[in-house]
């Protein structure tokens, strides 16, 4: 007689079985997918939506930066949230709110409308992002972890690069509407998929939510952000020099809070961790190395080689495609090689790919700057795996999704930074010269990372 297992009876505390792992990942990563591809897909239809609702392009631009300011401001506390709730419930709910607000903004006829959804979107994200990778250690057992952590950093690193390819793709049989309503038939088979095998996270902290923290994380980081764009964006300094006096007076309030925490939203603790901060500088910095180019590489494209917006985001897709092969085998090569061994030869490749593009011409065939851009993607594929596992598997268990929120955080702080880098390159350098300049900062990023991820070596792999 063969005796029927329930799912929520099945120890978790080293993986799931065969086939609910497999099951598990596909929601994770449709989810994933969704939520990352989101914050620049939209980018290739600003000046459409520009003329659609009558807005000017400095207004238009908050429909994007409505979307990253909403997951930055509360990305932290949704990671403390799932550590005291549940994991599963902070992802499933921020699947269902992302389907809800993705609807909303297919079906928007107003700017506004819009944008507010595009906000509350963000939260959902947020939601999802803040949590995805601490779900990773009850998926995988533990000598698959680095495997996992490949495929996470391959969705991760393939949906940040594909958006504009994406969205090139359905705006040349579709209307701007449907880079919104694809998510919902997407956002459902992960939220059904993720309900039946997610795994029910055994070991949770039975401290309470700290709100007051959650609102000066939000204020901090949110200030933060709004002071760099103002700044690239050339806002009046005596408005840009009283934000930083606020964010100063904030933040430190913010941080000296914090360090009176056990376990604090801003997981200053885990910082302690050496492998642990160096890995989070890393990801910073490659990062901005990232938007550095996919910010810039559009407007060569099309303004120096006069390429359509779908010709461009075509031209960026060998990048993804290349991250598509790499970041699994490192995932494969991460339990075997030290991981500042792989994230510095990764970064060094990023580098060199950058450096590399950044002296096209106008005269530059398509064919040498595809062979660029799948160095470029290949060099990130190989580095985000080892980082990313590092990062999650240095941190104590109970700690997971302050580490998953650390994470997330350092590559919206890497992106945030990478373009406004882009803007002010923008503003001062000529334009022939300006994709140019911002690929040559890019590379200096970059090997920056290198010799981070190198500082690495004289700390044990915690994947081993």
Not at 82 to 98: A, D, H, M, T, W
Not at 280 to 285: A, G, K, M, P, V
């Amino acid at each position: 007689m063969v005796q029927t297992i329930n799912p929520t009876q099945i120890d978790e505390t080293d993986g799931l079985p065969m086939p609910r792992r497999i099951w598990a990942v596909v929601s994770v990563g449709f989810a994933l997918c969704m939520s990352v591809l989101d914050i620049n897909i939209v980018n290739v239809v600003l000046p459409t939506l520009s003329h659609d609702f009558g807005t000017s392009p400095a207004v238009t631009t908050w429909i994007i930066n409505g979307y990253q300011l909403a997951i930055v401001v509360s990305l932290l506390s949704f990671s403390s949230l799932g550590e005291i709730i549940g994991y599963r419930k902070v992802f499933l709910s921020g699947i269902g709110l992302f389907c809800i607000t993705s609807l909303i903004c297919a079906l928007s006829d107003s700017f506004w409308t819009l944008t507010i959804a595009r906000i509350f979107q963000g939260f959902s994200a947020s939601a999802i992002t803040s949590v995805n990778t601490a779900q990773l250690r009850y998926i995988y057992p533990k000598n698959k972890i680095g495997q996992g952590m490949g495929i996470n950093a391959m969705v991760v690193a393939i949906s940040a690069a594909a958006g504009p390819s994406v969205a090139s793709g359905i705006l040349s049989i579709a209307s701007w509407h449907w880079l919104f309503a694809i998510n919902v038939p997407l956002g459902i088979t992960a939220l059904v998929l993720g309900i039946k095998y997610l795994p029910r996270q055994e070991e949770r902290t039975k401290r309470k939510f700290d709100t007051i923290s959650a609102v000066a994380n939000a204020l901090t980081f949110g200030l933060l952000i709004y002071t760099l764009d103002g700044f690239a964006h050339h806002e009046k300094m005596d408005f840009v020099f009283i934000q930083v006096i606020v964010l100063a007076v904030v933040g430190t309030y913010y941080v000296r809070r914090q360090l009176t925490q056990t376990t604090p939203l801003l997981p200053l603790d885990l910082l302690k961790i050496p492998i642990f901060r160096l890995s989070i500088l890393t990801s910073i910095c490659s990062f901005i190395a990232q938007m550095s180019a996919m910010v810039s590489l559009p407007f060569f494209l099309q303004n120096t080689l006069g390429h359509s917006e779908v010709t461009t985001g075509l031209l960026l897709t060998p990048w993804p495609l290349a991250t598509l092969v790499t970041a699994p085998l490192a995932g494969n090569l991460v339990e075997r090689i030290h991981p500042g061994i792989l994230g510095s030869i990764g970064m060094a490749l990023f580098a060199i790919g950058l450096f590399s593009l950044s002296s096209l011409t106008a005269e530059s065939s398509d064919i040498s700057i595809i062979l660029r851009l799948m160095l470029c993607g290949a060099g990130f594929g190989l580095f985000q795996t080892p980082n990313n596992s590092t990062i999650i598997s240095s941190a104590p268990t109970n700690r997971s999704g302050g580490a998953s929120g650390m994470l997330g955080m350092a590559r919206l702080l890497g992106q945030t930074s990478g373009t406004t880098i882009v803007a002010l390159v923008f503003s001062f350098v000529i334009q022939d010269r300006s994709t140019s300049v911002c690929l040559i900062v890019g590379s200096v990023f970059a090997v920056l990372a290198a010799i981070v991820s190198s500082l690495r070596l004289s700390q044990p792999s915690t994947l081993k």
